[in-house]
């Protein structure tokens, strides 16, 4: 008898079903897909059977056929909440988490106390960021099975991304002893993730290093080995990690999310656009691409790409992508000028971040208000232990600092150390504040090669003013200042992921009202060593302003200084882009264009005399 007319015993099934799986795990890919095939001729209403035959399909990247299969077995098997849960996941890989979210919720109504339906809610929302809701859930599906090691490691990646890391190390540690875990190689890679937030970069380093030798065939390990570069600045060495991955598996499209990355922040535009529209080529709905985009490009050869965002139903979207969409849309529809529809979609960007983040805009101002308060003599510390010239640039974001970064590190003799955190560390870390320049020094020394001059661009340095002055030999001071409301827009306009006072414009106007507050008492104090360079007198006047700051540190003039959009270091801020276009002035008092979004802001800058003057 011909096997397309046998019907197969529940036995017979599962056997059928474990051959095909070994002969899947041995990469004979068509001899399984026969095995399935023949089985299903007649077999067509086993669970087991086409559940496992949509699994194979999902391994295989199949997700068309997969998620027809699923939706079917669905129908049939309405009970079994299997089905429901892997098309979750094929939709969560597609980024489509509103319809994965939907499928969650049928299955829920189900099932609602499965607690591997509740560890898929939780993957679910930490895939879109919102940390909060996917720790209620993995706390849940915990409660009700508290055996499965997956469930805890899953609650150990939460509590990192929620910034919780001894508490995530804790259930790692024990995990790590258990002799029944089989799941060494995620619990290495999340310590390694914590060795990075503590700034433990040489730790991390050797434990990716060991993932990358040892397991030649993970991705994830040539994808976190790369983006510890990223972090570490070291571009090329994360170059040379993504392209070894890239040759081993060409379709892992988060490979390609950090090549643009490298190429974007290393002034290769072009390269990086090239990346972000291959990602969208692979999947239509990859908002943080589009978002990418839309900040280095027009979509003037890909209208097919342009109208699909601008036409998303963007209520659909998760917290994550809705975020990414909607900067995203706001920035097209900035540069055609579409200046109130703009303010409609960055209003939402900024509204669903805040749900996300807590402002930090309190905590800035006390920090800043705490060392306001430190008696520091105003005589300035003069030692000759160091030759080097410390430059502070320091300011609010999108003040124009990095532009200026970029005209000083045209001289040859600087070191641009980008926005590190040394100083904040240094002090942190010295009970004794005569140690700090010790302390940073040291930083300095072991991270950059010597040189006679450096610039350190941590903007909020600026609440450090007093102990720079006193303390650190040689050292200057630049405060970047811009037209405050075209500031603050600006603020508001950058999806600063890291400052999460940028959501709110009250808070954003408030930090700047207080910051030049204490500039300009700082400026009185300690006024030597402070030169107030404006954006906009630079831009327009760029032959007058630029000697004055290359003479007041005390340089010989080049006229190289007058073209920092030649110059070719890394870049790493959110003004990579445009500081690689000639000087421009076209972004001189845009606010306007936004005033009615603006108006709670603009409350608060006309309040200060001051302030409402350099409007």
Known sequence: MNSKNINLSNTEIIKKIEVAKRMQKLGQFKEAEKVYADALKNNGNSFDLIYSYALFCKDLKNYIFTKKLLVDLSKKFPSNIKSYIVLSEILTIEKRFYEAEQVLLLAKNIEPKNSDLLYNFSRLYWSGENFQLSLKYINQAIDLNSNIDTYKILKADILICKGQIDEALSILNLLKSAERNN??????????????RKKRFNNAEEILLKMVNEYKQLEMGYLNLCNLYILTKELDKGLDIINKG?????????????????????????KAIECHLLIIKKNKYDYNSYYELSTIYDFSDHKDHLNLLLNININKLNISSKIYAAFAIS??????????????????????????????????????????????KNSKCVTSRNSNQIIFIVGMPRSGSTLLENILSLNNKVIDMGEINFLEESIKENKDIEKVFNSYNKKREEKFKSSTIVTDKNLFNYVYCSIIYKYFPNAKIIHCMRNPLDNILSIYKTNFRNQSFCYNLIDIA???VHHFEIMQEYKKKYGEIIYEYNYEALVRNPMIEIPKIIDWLGWNWDEAYLS????????????????????????IGIWKEYKELLAPSIEIIYKSKLLKERI
């Open 246 to 270: 890239i040759s081993l598996f060409p379709e892992y499209i988060p490979f390609y999310k950090n090549l643009a990355t490298i190429y974007k922040n290393k002034g290769q535009s072009n």
């Open 510 to 512: 408030n930090l700047y």
């Open 183 to 196: 799941k060494q190689l995620q619990i290495k890679y999340l310590i390694s993730q914590i060795y990075i």
């Open 331 to 376: 920035n097209i529809l900035h540069k055609t000028k579409e200046y109130q529809k703009s303010s409609f979609y960055l209003k939402i960007a900024n509204d669903e971040s805040m749900k996300l983040n807590e402002s930090s805009y309190e905590t800035r101002i006390k920090n800043a208000e705490f060392f306001r308060s430190i008696k520091i």
């Open 564 to 587: 920092p959009q030649k110059n070719t270091r890394n870049v790493f801020t959110a003004s990579s882009a445009q500081v690689r276009q000639k000087i421009y002035s076209s972004s």
